[in-house]
DNA sequence: TGGTGGGAATTGTAGGAATGAATCTCATGA
DNA sequence: TCATGAGATTCATTCCTACAATTCCCACCA
C-alpha cells in the first residue's frame, strides 16, 4: 500500500497536470489540505515537499505554494564554422535584454593550478612534470543580480604562457576578439572539438551561488577543442536547467532552428 | 542566522567532498548523528534529506546511508553521415553487456493520436485538418530488469500511412534495417536536423517508470529532422541523468571522442 | 558446514505541539 | 488618496512520541 504523503502528492501532482492548478496559481494552503484529507501537518508537508523537490511548486513562507512555470532559453551549443564562441554572448546579451528586460554582466577570475588527474591527460600536460600547469579562466555572467552561468575554460600552460599574446588569456579581463580568435592568431586555430552534456543535481553551494530553489538541476556542458591534435581549450559550462536548453543544430540552420527551438519545452508532461 | 539541519547537511556535504565518507562508504546511522549533533531525530533527518535530494547519498531502511557514486554512460549523440540511429543501438546493446553485464531489450508500441499545438507546428500539420494526425513510436530500452530510456518518435501521417513502406512504422515491432533507411527508401532521405538538450526533475510517475531515487534528474533529448524542408520526424528520448550523458563529436574524430569522454564525469565537484 | 530464525539495529511513516518568521489584509489616520 | 501599523494568515523550524518495515548479525540447530 502507498504511503498516506505519496497518495496526496500523487493527488495534487495530478491535479497540476490536469490544469486543476493552472502554472502560477495557488495551491490550497496546509490547513486547507489537512482537514480534507484529513491528516496531519507532518504528512501535508511530506506531501508538498514531494513536489517541491520535483520543481512543480514554489512555496513561499507567509504567502503559500504556488505551481511553477518554466520559461528556459535556448542556447546554441553547436560549434559554428568560423564563429567565435565568444561572439554568441553578443547575441545572448541581446536576448536577455529582449526576453528579460535586464542588462547582463560578466565578472572573469584567472587562476592557476596544477594539472591533475582526467583534466592533465585531456590536455595532454604530464602531472608528473612540474610544468603542468593549467590556466583556468572562469566567467560568471549574470543577468540582474542573478548567476545565469558559470564558465571555466581550462588552457595548458604553453599555450597560455608560451607567447606574448598568450598573456592576454591571464588577465581576469573580457578579450574583445573573442578567445578562439586570439588562439588562432598565436598559431592555433579551433579545427574541432567534442561536447559532453549532462546533469545533475546542485550541491548546497551551488545552489546558494546560483539561487537555486528546490528541484532544479544543473545542466552541464563540456567541450574540448583541439587545432590539429592539439588540444587547445578544455570549457565547462554551468547552468541551471529551468532556465537554459542547449540547441544543436547545422550551421544552415541554425537560424530557424532556434526560432522553432524556443517553442520546444521540455517541461510538457 | 542558518538554520540548524542545514548546518548539519552542510557538513556532512563538506565530509563527502574531502573524501571523509568515500564513495560507497556508510554514512554514521542517525542516532550517532542525533548524539553527535546534540540534535532531534527530525533534525537530523531533514539535514540527510537535504543530500538525498541532491543526490549525493543512498538510504536504504534497515540498513542506514552511503554515499552515492556515478558511472555515467556516455552516448553518442551527434547525427553520423551515412549511419542510421538505430545502428547506435547495436553498439550500445554491445556497451552494455560489458559495462553492466546485462543483456538490453526493448519494448516498441505504436500510438495514432491528432496532433496538436507545438507538435502540429513542428511536422507542418494543420491541426484545424481531419488529416492532422501523427503516429507516435515508443520504445522503450530496458537493460536487465530496468526502464534505461524511453524514446517517443512522432511522424506525420502523410509519411507513416502514405506508402506500403511506411504502414511499417505502424507495426510494434523492431525494423531492422534502421527506420532512417527506411523513409530514405520512401524517399525521404534525412538531410539535416536539429537537437535541443535539457533537464528537469522526474514526475512521481516518471521516478516509477524509472526506478528513480531522489536526487536524479531526468535527461530530456528532442531532435528534428528534416529531408530537404520537409519535417519527417520528431524524437523526444528521456534518460536518467545519473546513468546518460549525452556526446556530440564530429564524424571523424567520435571514437576517439567517446574513448576520452568516458573518463569525463559531470559529477566532479 | 550450512541453513534458519530471532532479536537488535536502522530507517520509514504518522501523529502532536510550540514558537518563529514572512506575508497579507484591512482598518485607521494623515 | 495613500501610507502605516496591528493582527491574522501561512509557512519554517524544532522538539517529542509511537509504531511499522526492512535489514543485519549471530547464535543455534540439523
Keep these: 500500500m502507498e504511503p498516506r504523503h505519496l497518495e496526496i502528492a500523487h493527488d495534487l501532482m495530478e491535479g497540476i497536470d490536469e490544469g486543476r492548478y493552472a502554472p502560477g496559481a495557488p495551491l490550497p494552503t496546509e490547513d486547507q489540505l489537512m482537514s480534507f484529507y484529513s491528516t496531519s501537518r507532518n504528512t501535508i508537508r511530506r506531501a508538498l515537499q514531494e513536489l517541491s523537490n520535483r520543481g512543480r511548486i514554489d512555496t513561499k513562507q507567509g504567502s503559500g505554494s504556488t505551481v511553477r512555470q518554466y520559461r528556459p532559453t535556448t542556447h546554441l551549443a553547436s560549434p559554428v564554422e568560423g564563429e567565435a564562441d565568444d561572439e554568441r554572448y553578443t547575441r545572448y546579451v541581446e536576448r536577455m535584454k529582449e526576453e528579460q528586460g535586464v542588462e547582463p554582466t560578466q565578472k ?21 612534470e ?30 597560455a604562457m608560451g607567447s606574448s599574446e598568450g598573456a592576454q588569456l591571464m588577465q581576469p579581463e573580457d578579450i574583445p576578439q573573442g578567445t578562439r580568435t586570439l588562439l588562432a592568431k598565436m ?28 528541484g532544479i538541476p544543473l545542466l552541464v556542458h563540456e567541450r574540448m577543442a583541439y587545432s590539429g591534435d592539439t588540444p587547445i581549450r578544455f570549457t565547462k559550462t554551468f547552468m541551471p536547467a529551468d532556465r537554459h536548453q542547449l540547441l544543436y543544430a547545422d550551421g544552415e540552420m541554425t537560424a530557424d532552428a532556434l526560432q522553432m527551438a524556443t517553442d520546444v519545452n521540455i517541461y510538457d508532461h
Design 108 to 128: 572573469l577570475r584567472v587562476i592557476v593550478e596544477a594539472a591533475t588527474g582526467t583534466l592533465a591527460a585531456l590536455l595532454h600536460l604530464d602531472p608528473s
Design 187 to 214: 598559431g592555433y586555430p579551433q579545427t574541432k572539438s567534442w561536447d559532453v552534456v549532462g546533469a545533475r543535481m546542485p550541491s548546497l553551494k551551488d545552489s546558494t551561488l546560483f539561487g537555486l530553489g528546490p
Design 130 to 159: 612540474t610544468e603542468g600547469f593549467v590556466v583556468i579562466r572562469r566567467c560568471d555572467r549574470y543577468v540582474g543580480p542573478r548567476l545565469w552561468q558559470r564558465q571555466l575554460s581550462y588552457y595548458p600552460d604553453h599555450i
